[in-house]
């Protein structure tokens, strides 16, 4: 797709049009890392629920579960990651 988009690119040397090689698509094309924005909107999604309050979302966010805790290693939780972003 990206070929189709950038389109052919006249070669210096001959003087004809050739396609571009994946190395000079990716020069022109560097998709988003995808880890950083999902690292981001976490954070974001974050301060909003901190900064909604009292509703329903804060009060899942902060507050603890009761009952029985389930066998084997915790799973990570909201706070957790949200920390280790910020790291």
């Keep these: 797709m990206l ?7 006249r070669d210096e040397v001959i003087g004809e049009w050739r396609k ?3 190395e000079e698509l990716n020069d022109l094309y560097s998709p ?6 999902v690292k981001s909107r976490r ?12 509703k329903i979302a804060y009060r899942v966010f902060v507050g603890s579960p009761e009952g029985k805790r389930p066998f084997g290693r915790p799973r990570r939780g909201w706070e957790n990651n949200i920390n280790s972003d910020m790291e």
């Design 32 to 37: 988003p890392n995808f880890i950083g924005v």
């Design 20 to 22: 571009l090689h994946n």
């Design 43 to 54: 954070m974001m999604w974050g301060g909003h629920v901190a900064h909604i309050g009292d």
């Design 3 to 9: 070929r189709r988009i950038f389109g052919p690119k």
